[in-house]
């Protein structure tokens, strides 16, 4: 039997609050019961979420001299490297 996720459900699915997802524009759902129920496939929304524009996915670190876990190299939504390091840590303010 298939289980469907209703708007509670993919709120949670994604980390957002369930009011939050009359911001997003979600797919078309995969079911509808009713005039109102509507449910989406868990595969549908994990889709969904991971096309979305904003999910760049995790950012790449590497390490540059392996004394610092803060310390690293990553990858910036332009594509180009960005280095980060104690000092320009300390001079980025507050996150």
Same mark, same amino acid.
């Given at each position: =039997? ?86 320009? =840590? ?6």
């Amino acid at each position: =039997m298939k289980r469907y996720l209703s708007r509670p459900e993919v709120a949670e699915r994604i980390g957002v609050k369930p009011d939050t997802l009359n911001r997003y524009k979600l797919p078309e759902p995969d079911a509808q019961i009713g005039a109102r129920q509507l449910g989406w496939l868990p595969e549908t929304i994990d889709a969904w979420n991971a096309s979305r524009p904003g999910r760049r996915g995790p950012v790449k670190r590497e390490p540059i001299d392996g004394t610092s876990p803060i310390a690293g190299a990553f990858t910036g939504i332009d594509g180009r490297a960005e280095i980060i390091t104690p000092a320009t =840590m300390e001079n980025a303010g507050p996150a």
